[in-house]
């Protein structure tokens, strides 16, 4: 007999979806985080933004698992009480040259099942959002902002309800399959471990390749390379200039969506991310990069007061694309894949991975029937 049905390795967003999920289906669930709390790393440090699925390939796991995500993210912030708004986005082109850019977009969304997109002129973005400067823009009415931490702990207490644990300052060091499933080794508050488990989720983020190193059996043409993408935000002091979300054109043969303006549940706008490829877990946000961002705001807001600029905070998100390789889509590996029962491996989950966090959990749970 195993010590348990599920281990989900990993208390990010994902990992708490998937905690919720599993203990839900009836499974007992044991949920492990290598730090000394949840969703320490990229789910704590993103826009918090709730994702209508418009710049995803139509058909991708991306396109597919965002729009349903998002509906089931808004039907469980309303049902739990989870701090949201649906505040909705503006997409600008900022000069004719991007018009097609803006036309490429409403049309990868619509075939991704995002009907909601409107057209917006200069007159009417005008009356929207007098401080935006652009000649034409969409809106997005689905686009909505998240207290991430409140989702997260209301995942964390759905999967308690159900009778999941939580094991805090714990690390996998070695996965073995068995008769039964598998038997997993590590160090937890500096005591080593054995348990066994029926299934298991990788849900470790950044770490999801480094994990998937120690899985014995795993061939090795099964775990990616995992590049670590820093993405800087800088706060904006003062009243908020905006009303809604704002984002420029994506920036061409780059990693990003551009330094776009956000605001939180607080009304407070904050701008980025920037992307800046690393090998370190470095979340500082230098001053000297104010330049550069005003640079980049300046495009869709010309009277930006660079003296209301500071640096915010930073977050790293797990990417499978290279530097100058085009964005990849998510890979969700079960058994079918790989060949080996019981275990399923996320790599790349990265935005939009917060908004199709509870349809993720679902396509897991799945890949086990």
């Not at 009417?124 to 902002?145: D, H, K, N, W």
């Not at 939580?166 to 399959?177: N, Q």
């Not at 190193?213 to 904006?236: D, M």
Request: glycine content about 10%.
């Amino acid at each position: 007999m195993t010590d348990i049905d599920c281990m989900v390795i990993g208390a990010g967003v994902i990992g708490l979806a998937c905690a919720a999920q599993m203990a839900r289906d009836g499974n007992s669930v044991m949920l492990v985080e290598q730090e000394c709390r949840i969703g320490d790393h990229t789910s704590s440090r993103n826009s918090e933004v709730i994702h209508a699925g418009i710049y995803y390939a139509p058909g991708s796991l991306k396109a597919r698992l965002c729009v349903e995500g998002r509906e089931l993210l808004y039907r469980w912030c309303e049902e739990r009480g989870v701090s949201h708004r649906r505040i909705g986005k503006l997409l600008v082109a900022v000069s004719e040259a991007e018009i097609d850019a803006l036309e490429a977009l409403q049309l990868n969304a619509q075939r991704s099942g995002v009907e909601s997109l409107q057209e917006v002129s200069r007159a009417r973005l005008s009356e929207m959002e007098p401080a935006v400067a652009g000649v034409a823009a969409l809106f997005s009415p689905q686009t909505g902002i998240i207290d991430s931490h409140g989702f997260m702990e209301s995942l964390l207490a759905e999967a308690r309800a159900h009778g999941a644990d939580l094991a805090l300052e714990t690390r996998v060091t070695r996965m073995a399959p068995s008769t039964e499933g598998w038997v997993i080794e590590g160090v937890s508050c500096g005591e080593p471990f054995s348990i066994t488990a029926r299934r298991v989720i990788n849900a470790a983020g950044l770490f999801a390749s480094k994990l998937a190193e120690v899985i014995e059996g795993l061939a090795p043409e099964h775990v990616p390379v995992t590049y670590w993408c820093q993405g800087r935000y800088f706060s904006y002091a003062g009243r908020a200039p905006f009303n809604h979300l704002v984002y420029p054109m994506p920036e061409a043969n780059t990693a990003g969506l551009g330094v776009h303006a956000t605001l939180d549940l607080g009304g407070q706008v904050r701008f980025g991310p920037d992307v800046a490829w690393t090998q370190w877990l470095d979340y500082r946000v230098d001053e000297s990069l104010c330049e550069e961002f005003s640079y980049a705001i300046k495009r869709y807001f010309p009277s930006i007061d660079k003296k209301k600029l500071c640096p915010g905070y930073s977050g790293i998100r797990p990417k499978l694309s290279a530097p100058g390789q085009p964005a990849v889509d998510f890979m969700i590996q079960g058994p079918e894949v790989h060949g080996l029962p019981g275990l399923v491996n996320l790599y790349g989950i990265e935005s939009p991975g917060l908004t199709a966090s509870l349809a993720i959990a679902q396509h897991v749970s799945r890949l086990f029937d």
